[in-house]
């Protein structure tokens, strides 16, 4: 760990919260902060999720997968990349395949971990890891959850990037995920 980072995290007292709710996928946790600088304290509240994946799926003509879902958040079809939670005691990269296949039915030669964020530091503890599986190929009927409607897509990158041009793919983790992979490629 950083110097600078240990002397930032001694400076801060957190005390043990409550759940305040606790539903599928996350729980809500209220708990006081007190900064040992200031004396000042503060109620923060804490958005427990799993960690999540994101999938870049490549083909062997170099298109990427893609799916368009109905999203509650924004109440509209989003495009998107394949991904979701990781189960409990289940690794990030056997999620990210897990997910890949039953979204899409796709399902690769190699895969890995090409990134890690944190999506709100702020608020939530969580990772969204960035798996690349590349030579996908389809190898099955989409196993979708009970509310999930997925169409799978394949566009070639320079049509991805047009779509992120004109906001059509707008997802802030998708749009971290793509640079993952448009970094890697150079």
């Known amino acids: 760990m950083d110097k600078n980072q240990k002397e930032i995290d001694e400076s801060w007292e957190v005390q043990p919260g ?8 996350v729980t809500i946790n209220a708990g006081p902060v007190r900064c040992k600088r200031s004396g000042r304290e503060k109620e923060f509240f804490l958005f427990d999720f799993p960690d999540w994946v994101n999938i870049v799926a490549i083909t062997s003509e170099q298109q990427i997968v893609l799916i368009r879902q109905f999203r509650y958040g924004t109440k509209k079809m989003e495009i998107e990349i394949p991904g979701g939670m990781v189960n409990p ?3 990030p990269l056997a999620a990210g395949c897990r997910e890949l296949l039953e979204e899409t039915g796709y399902a690769g030669n190699s895969a890995r971990i090409i ?10 503890r969580n990772a969204c890891y960035t798996v690349l599986v ?5 190898v099955a009927d989409p196993a979708l959850d009970d509310m999930e409607d997925i169409e799978c897509l394949l566009y070639s990158e320079a049509d991805v990037r047009q779509l ?17 992979y448009d970094d890697l490629k150079g």
């Not at 409550?18 to 996928?25: E, F, I, S």
């Not at 990134?115 to 939530?124: E, L, R, T, Y």
């Not at 041009?165 to 993952?180: C, P, Q, R, S, Y």
Request: net charge positive.
């Open 18 to 25: 409550k759940v305040v709710l606790k539903t599928p996928v």
């Open 115 to 124: 990134g890690k964020v944190c999506p709100n530091p702020a608020i939530q």
């Open 134 to 138: 590349e030579d996908v190929k389809k």
């Open 89 to 91: 005691g289940e690794n």
């Open 164 to 180: 992120i041009k004109t906001g059509e793919i707008d997802h802030g983790l998708v749009l971290n995920a793509l640079m993952f």
